[in-house]
């Protein structure tokens, strides 16, 4: 076996080893190749379990993180799933193996041309990247089947709630940046919402109005 084919499969240990198990989920990990989203000084870390810095003072999400708020979201074939945090494209590219449409945005316009270009590249023509405050959501594609932030928000913010279809998930990670922050599932049924916490997590804020590049 070549370097990269075992580094490759050591990956998809670790992911099931830390609990991602839903078969979809791991196929499409399999198939979105990180390398393809990290860049420079940290590109011999691609396959390692961890959250590397990207462009912005931003990061790439440590793989087994995606994978479980991937799985927690539990996307369908036929779902419109709207990622609020971009960055570097990755989980917006996973999304799109298991939806029928994804929608991400983030608010620094350099990582969405950065993110939109690899996911051109892949071919990925069922993601749309564009620069916007997520913190609002998008109107104009609402109600989502679901709704994946990956940045904490203090609590999740009202408009991205009030854009959750009925039946739809949202996953979220609610607390302060430099304190613990916990990942919260979110269920909307016809008469409320359901919270459920699922684990600890570390994530950058969620920040108000575009960024200067
Ligand atoms: N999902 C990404 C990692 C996200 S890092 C990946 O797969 O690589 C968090 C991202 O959220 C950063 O890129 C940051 O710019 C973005 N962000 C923070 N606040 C935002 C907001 N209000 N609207 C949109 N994006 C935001």
Known sequence: MTLDAER????????????????????????????????????????EDMPLP????QTISQPSIVGLMTQALDVQPRHKVLEVGTGSGYQAAILSLLARRVYTVDRHRRLARDARKV???LDLTNVTVITADGSFGLEEQAPFDRILVTAAAEDPPGPLLAQLRVGGIMVVPVGQSDTVQSLIKVTRHEGGFDYEELRPVRFVPLVEGLAQE
């Open 8 to 47: 490759k499969m050591q990956f998809l240990y670790a992911l099931r080893s830390k609990g991602v198990t839903d078969a979809r989920v791991l196929t499409a990990m399999e198939r979105i190749d990180r390398g393809d989203f990290v860049r420079g000084l940290f590109t011999s870390r691609t396959y």
């Open 54 to 57: 990207i462009a912005c003072g």
């Open 119 to 121: 996911i051109e590249r």
